[in-house]
Each structure stands twice: as C-alpha cells, then as structure tokens.
C-alpha cells in the first residue's frame, strides 16, 4: 500500500488544494450562464448541460481536493440525465461529495477570461450564487474576470475559459 503524506511521521495534512480548469465555445442560439447566473449577450456557452465554465472549473476543483475523479467522469456528457442540466445541479451534487468524504470547503478563488461580455457588473451575484450553493460564506468565494488581450480563441470572442482553486479541510468530528 502506498504511504500518504498524511501518515508520514510529524507530517500533518491540515488542507488539500484542488486545480480545475474549462473551456467552452461561444455560439448563437443558447443562453450564457456563468457562476449559476444568466448573462445577457448574444451568444451561450456550447455544451451538454448549459456549460457554466465557472462551475465547471469548481466542480473540478473540488473533486480534485478530495481525489474523487473529473467532473466528465461523475456526470458523461453521453448521459442523457445531465441533456441541458443546470451546472448549479451538478455543483451541488459535487458539494455532497465533498461531505461524504468528510471534508469542509475552505475557499474558492476563481479566474474566468472573456473578452467579452464584461462581467465585472455580475461577480457580486455569481459570488452569492455560489457561497450559496456549496453552503459557505461569500468572503471565502473569490471571482476575478479577466480578458485575453485579443489573443486566441477567447480574445476573438470565440470562448470563454475558467481556472479555479479549491482548498477543503477534513471536517471536524464531533465530540463524544
């Protein structure tokens, strides 16, 4: 059996960091959701559910911290459950992962690069969107929005991409 870090001798693990990362094409014809929320612009995000880069990229940031797969692999996009499912969905099915492998989130800090629409007039509600999916305080979500510069893909307003980093602690136990 391979030795975790958490049973090295004087090595106690106190958090665990997870990287997600998403990126969907724009297109006409669909909504754009971002951070749970509808954004208006003329075009969506392409996908199987509603493609929500920033929930995407949190879901799999999450299961990263707790080890627990990607997010292609806990909902396929070949299954017809998840056909234009609300990424919130999935993100609170990803929240109950967390709790049933007995951790707590600690913090969400977010990146997501569009070059267009601007979404600094959207990241107070994507905020309270999110702290209150996963059941945390707004403080502990972060949400930056950047551009590309005009650079590939997403500077030509042909994608919008999302980095997150979770880190969850091992929940406490109750005494007793």
């Known amino acids: 059996m391979p030795q975790r870090f958490s049973k090295i001798k004087g090595f106690k693990m106190e958090y665990r960091v997870g990287l997600g990362y998403d990126i969907h094409r724009l297109v006409e014809g669909r909504k754009l959701f971002i951070g749970g929320i509808e954004i208006p612009y003329l075009k969506g995000l392409f996908g199987h559910s509603d493609a929500d880069v920033l929930l995407h990229a949190i879901c799999d940031a999450l299961l990263g911290a707790i080890s627990s797969d990607d997010i292609g692999e806990h909902f396929p996009d070949a299954d017809p459950r998840y056909q234009g499912i609300s990424s919130v969905e999935l993100l609170k099915k990803v929240n109950n992962l967390v709790k049933e492998k007995n951790f707590c989130i600690n ?7 569009a070059q267009e629409p601007s979404l600094l007039p959207f990241k107070k509600k994507m ?50």
């Open 107 to 113: 913090n969400i800090d977010a990146v997501i690069i």
């Open 127 to 176: 905020k309270q969107m999110i702290a209150a999916v996963l059941n945390i305080e707004e403080e502990a979500v972060s949400i930056k929005a950047k551009t590309n510069d005009g650079l590939g893909d997403i500077g030509k307003k042909e994608a919008i991409a999302a980095y997150v980093v979770a880190t969850v602690n091992p929940a406490p136990h109750p005494l007793g």
